[in-house]
């Protein structure tokens, strides 16, 4: 499968890319606005790969160049630019790709964080507006802290939640999730469902903030 | 400590007041709109801790006079009695009772359950207006499936998330949930922070329909 993760340069794009090439054999291309930025990203995950005795080819292209013909298009990009990149890639999706959305609209207050969801009610929800009308929509990755996920040191023993309308879409997304060590998919029912799914993010976010050594704290449902 | 559970003749109620009276010294009170059903349901408790070898006083009163001289009143009530039930105790409450909210608006839909947070932002905010000024309120035990926590055979291993703006209050309801065996209890901030506490809920009744196994399914954050 290719996989093509826009915004792949930064954040939950990293840990997604480093974990996908490390534990999968999929392919792994990296888009960012700037594709000279993508190669470059690209290039040093390939070297860290290497430092694992793990020889993978990762490429970088700009995000058109990337989401095109791959199988699985993953929105890694923060939630404000989750509009307009869908948009600046639609014409390269189609009843075949299936688009990945982990972006969540948080706003930070005196007190914590919040959960900030757009009109449509959810990032994901927002998102399936801008794609074309034959492309599946995929919430996931969403609950991941980014440093952790980039750290091929740590083990994950974690869940993510996946949100979606067409059922072997979710599936193949919810496959491509297991493939990664220690990650557990559950399905959190239809894309309606993901503004509870994304609210998770601002949570682990003040769980951080106030309980001593959950700096990277993730989700376990039991 | 006397624990006063209103609405501690069903669901969230029937649960707190078992594990507190199995497993800690706290006298716990039940209360209920109608006096004649507490002191049934009491009773029952009472056996149920019997049976086990567990010799215990559990009594039954009407909510307000559960709640007087109570140190902590847990409004045990479905969201929507949340605030007359508050509002009946209120003149039992006084800066030395702290009083905890479990409840979570929801609604259901035909693709699953929603959060459906009352105009206050919570519903610990919520009833956080209807309390006497100097009474602290504490959200917590929010995400905790009512039937796992009323089987004392079953082994929580669970996380509860506290929220609140005293701190001492806080503490106290934090060390009163780590006075349940298997339950851990972390601190997600201020009362503010509870619409992303409460929202957990309906999350954790959508993973229970659309995954196998998960029927009474609650959460640890690691």
Same mark, same amino acid.
């Given at each position: 499968m290719r996989i093509a993760l826009l915004g792949g340069t930064g954040d939950i794009g990293e840990g997604l890319a480093l974990r996908w090439?490390?534990?999968?054999?999929?392919?792994?291309?990296?888009?960012?606005?700037?594709?000279?930025?993508?190669?470059?990203?690209?290039e040093e995950?390939?070297?860290?790969?290497?430092?694992?005795?793990?020889?993978?080819?990762?490429?970088?292209?700009?995000?058109?160049?990337?989401?095109?013909?791959?199988?699985?298009?993953?929105?890694?990009?923060?939630?404000?630019?989750?509009?307009?990149?869908?948009?600046?890639?639609?014409?390269r999706l189609d009843a075949e790709t299936t688009l990945v959305t982990p972006a969540v609209g948080?706003?930070?207050?005196?007190?914590?964080?919040?959960?900030?969801?757009?009109?449509?009610?959810?990032?994901?929800?927002l998102v399936a507006r801008?794609?074309?009308?034959?492309?599946?929509?995929?919430?996931?990755?969403?609950?991941?802290a980014a440093d952790r996920l980039a750290? /091929?040191?740590?083990?994950?023993d974690l869940d993510t939640l996946v949100v979606g309308d067409d059922g072997?879409?979710?599936?193949?997304?919810?496959?491509l999730a297991s493939g990664i060590e220690g990650l557990r998919a559950l399905d959190a029912g239809p894309l309606a469902n993901a503004a509870e799914v994304e609210s998770l993010?601002?949570?682990?976010?003040? /769980?951080a903030v106030n309980n001593e050594g959950m700096h990277d704290v993730g989700v376990k449902f039991e």
């Amino acid at each position: 499968m290719r996989i093509a993760l826009l915004g792949g340069t930064g954040d939950i794009g990293e840990g997604l890319a480093l974990r996908w090439a490390y534990h999968t054999d999929h392919e792994v291309v990296i888009g960012s606005r700037d594709p000279e930025k993508a190669r470059t990203k690209a290039e040093e995950y390939e070297t860290e790969l290497d430092s694992r005795g793990v020889e993978r080819k990762v490429t970088g292209f700009a995000n058109e160049m990337a989401a095109d013909r791959a199988d699985v298009v993953v929105l890694a990009v923060p939630a404000y630019h989750a509009k307009d990149t869908v948009e600046a890639v639609a014409d390269r999706l189609d009843a075949e790709t299936t688009l990945v959305t982990p972006a969540v609209g948080m706003k930070r207050t005196d007190d914590g964080f919040r959960y900030n969801p757009p009109k449509a009610g959810s990032v994901s929800q927002l998102v399936a507006r801008h794609v074309p009308d034959d492309t599946p929509v995929v919430g996931a990755f969403h609950n991941l802290a980014a440093d952790r996920l980039a750290n /091929l040191d740590v083990e994950l023993d974690l869940d993510t939640l996946v949100v979606g309308d067409d059922g072997d879409a979710k599936q193949n997304v919810a496959d491509l999730a297991s493939g990664i060590e220690g990650l557990r998919a559950l399905d959190a029912g239809p894309l309606a469902n993901a503004a509870e799914v994304e609210s998770l993010t601002p949570l682990l976010v003040n /769980l951080a903030v106030n309980n001593e050594g959950m700096h990277d704290v993730g989700v376990k449902f039991e």
